[in-house]
């Protein structure tokens, strides 16, 4: 069965500093990968995805994510962290094929600091 | 820009109501879902609809019932309401051609007292 797992409920990073969210999953096909931010008293909105070929993946915000295959990672990454980058991140995995079906994991906040 | 509109941000229900959340797509989107979204939890996959009066169960589908009469329309039901149930409830539409992702609506927040 496909799992995700973030490492991690709360990480809290300076303004300016690096972001880096972590992510493992677990599938027996190759997967699809997706990042969501959740903003306060909002719905979720799409970072950035994996589906196939380049493994460093470019989303909104300045935000990035690495496929390892190797690792079984998708870590979220962003070189320098704004105030407004401050909410909740979901990874989610989605085996290649199916209906569409999500498997999200726990969830990070992210707390960015002055 | 696709459109998922959840007809109501708060709702507040009585321990033993037939709870109705509604949930309204405007792009024509093959697959819906139902999700609840609970603190250290994540979202959980309560019921999905790949078509008209189609659905499948996700993980946690006892309590619950949906209906799928009309394509743009995905309304989950709770049958009759416990605190349990207590949580947000997450809507999202999927266009399967080109693996776009989820697009999610605001959400549904529901107490049950």
């Known amino acids: 069965a496909q799992s995700v797992t973030q490492l991690g409920s709360h990480v809290s990073v300076s303004e300016g500093a690096l972001v880096l969210l972590r992510c493992n999953y677990s599938s027996s096909v190759p997967p699809y990968l997706f990042w969501y931010v959740q903003y306060p008293n909002q719905g979720l909105q799409l970072l950035l995805k994996y589906t196939t070929g380049a493994t460093l993946v470019k989303g909104i915000n300045g935000f990035e994510a690495e496929f390892k295959k190797s690792e079984t990672s998708f870590h979220l990454t962003k070189p320098s962290a704004h105030m407004s980058d401050a909410a909740e991140y979901f990874c989610a995995v989605s085996p290649s094929g199916n209906t569409g079906k999500l498997i999200f994991g726990q969830g990070t906040t992210l707390q960015v600091k002055p | 820009d696709v459109k998922v509109t959840q007809s109501s941000r708060y709702l507040v229900k009585r321990t033993g109501e037939k709870v109705f959340l509604e949930c309204v797509q405007d792009?024509?989107?093959?697959?819906m879902f139902w999700y609840r979204q609970d603190p250290g939890l994540g979202l959980r996959l309560i019921y999905f609809s790949y078509d008209v009066k189609m659905k499948e169960k996700g993980d946690i589908p006892e309590g619950y019932s949906v209906s799928r009469e009309k394509k743009e329309r995905f309304s989950l039901i709770l049958e009759s309401a416990s605190t349990n149930q207590t949580s947000m409830y997450l809507c999202?539409?999927?266009?399967?051609?080109?693996?776009?992702?989820?697009?999610f609506g605001s959400g549904t927040r529901l107490t049950v007292v």
């Open positions: 999202a539409t999927l266009q399967l051609q080109g693996m776009r992702g989820y697009t």
């Open positions: 792009m024509d989107h093959e697959n």
